[in-house]
């Protein structure tokens, strides 16, 4: 994962779960998901639970961390690009940039940056359970 061309963590998927792992300023985060792959949660190397993400997968879903709930919601049913709102105007995307390739752009200001190294974590897995369905 880079931001304006520098690297700042490597997202490690996890092979026999729903999410993965990446470390950033220091600090190891595991992003995990539940058994349906709806609610994730991100815990730090001390185990603690930084922030939680509930009804991934539906067209509007959550994430909350420091005591503040923020609202995403997929753009339209036919793409899977995720907006970030705050009301009902749309602030920012995660979105596909390259299919070929896999790149993923996150333009989510507000919001820490290791905030949204865990809603690319949580978007990047509900893609890749979502291309698993499809392709069975």
Request: charged share 25%.
């Amino acid at each position: 994962m880079t931001d304006q061309g520098r690297e700042i963590a490597v997202w490690d998927r996890s092979v026999w779960k729903s999410g993965g792992e990446f470390e950033f300023d220091g600090r190891r985060f595991q992003v995990r998901s539940n058994v349906w792959g709806n609610k994730y949660t991100m815990v730090d190397d001390a185990g603690a639970t930084v922030a939680s993400a509930d009804r991934v997968g539906r067209k509007r879903w959550t994430v909350e961390a420091a005591g503040r709930t923020y609202h995403f919601r997929r753009k339209s049913s036919w793409s899977s690009e995720e907006e970030l709102l705050i009301g009902d105007t749309r602030v920012g995307p995660v979105r596909k940039t390259s299919f070929g390739r896999g790149d993923v752009a996150i333009e989510l200001p507000g919001l820490a940056t290791a905030l949204q190294l865990f809603v690319f974590g949580v978007v990047i897995s509900m893609w890749d359970a979502q291309a698993t369905t499809a392709g069975s």
